[in-house]
């Protein structure tokens, strides 16, 4: 006669955000839209280009009658260097190891160290120009596209604010920190256009970029695989 082993009871904090399944899934669009944008911007698609410059011309008026737009603007770019970033994200490191979260902390290294990297190299493969004004907000000497910064905010502040959100009892300041965090990472990527050195299709590739390593690396390291128990407990709650 067999028995059956009852499977141990899954709360509602215990449950997943997502499956490796859906870590991957996310990991294969991020990477598509990230593909499509480069060849759209490497063949000069007339819709994205009315879209980027239209969307940039009408931030910089509204950047340019607001100087603390500017103001914050330029703290974040401090904020979202890789020298700065880089500080950000071993200390995300360094607080979960210390946790024992030895999983999660190769995750957010990878992710931090990676995502920027990869952004990087796509760059010179693209040969985006930035955008050319007669009085520039900020200046870079790279090209354009992905933005790196708006990599970086996503792969390392964003991900260190889950990170950290996760470690904590409490639920609430939990969320408060993976909301503070999550702003200051997507802000990051809005700055750019901002300050007019980066059109917004630069932003949202720098974005999938790291939403493409965070779905992958979570996929492989962190996210626990898909089990039909799970599912069953996430519908009943």
């Known amino acids: 006669m067999s028995t059956t082993v009852p499977r141990p009871a899954v709360s509602k904090q215990d449950l997943p955000l997502v499956t490796r399944r859906g870590g991957a899934w996310g990991a294969f669009w991020a990477t598509l839209a990230v593909i499509a944008l480069a060849v759209l911007v490497e063949r000069d698609w007339a ?18 009658r607001n ?7 330029l703290w974040l770019q401090s904020a979202g260097s890789f020298r700065v970033a880089a500080w950000v994200g071993v200390a995300g490191v360094l607080l979960l190891l210390a946790r024992r979260r030895y999983w999660q ?3 957010l290294a990878l992710l931090a160290s ?3 990297l990869v952004a990087n190299l796509i760059k010179p493969l693209v ?9 520039y907000l900020a200046t870079e000497d790279s090209f354009s596209y992905p933005s790196g910064h ?23 300041a939990g969320a408060f920190v993976v ?28 974005w999938c970029v790291a939403i493409a390593f965070a ?18 407990a996430r519908l009943r709650h």
């Open 127 to 135: 040969a985006r120009e930035r955008p050319i004004w007669d009085v």
């Open 105 to 107: 902390a190769l995750t």
């Open 150 to 172: 708006a990599t970086c905010g996503i792969a390392v502040y964003l991900a260190v604010g889950v990170a950290l959100g996760a470690l904590l009892r409490n639920r609430v």
């Open 179 to 206: 909301l503070a965090f999550s702003l200051v990472g997507i802000a990051i990527g809005l700055s750019r256009i901002v300050l007019g050195v980066h059109y917004p299709s630069d932003v949202v590739g720098g």
């Open 47 to 64: 819709p994205l280009v009315d879209i980027d410059t239209g969307v940039l011309e009408t931030v910089r008026r509204w950047a340019l």
């Open 67 to 73: 100087d603390w737009a500017v103001e914050v603007s």
């Open 114 to 116: 990676l995502a920027p």
């Open 215 to 232: 779905g992958l690396l979570g996929a492989l390291f962190v996210l626990p695989p898909y089990e039909p128990h799970l599912k069953a």
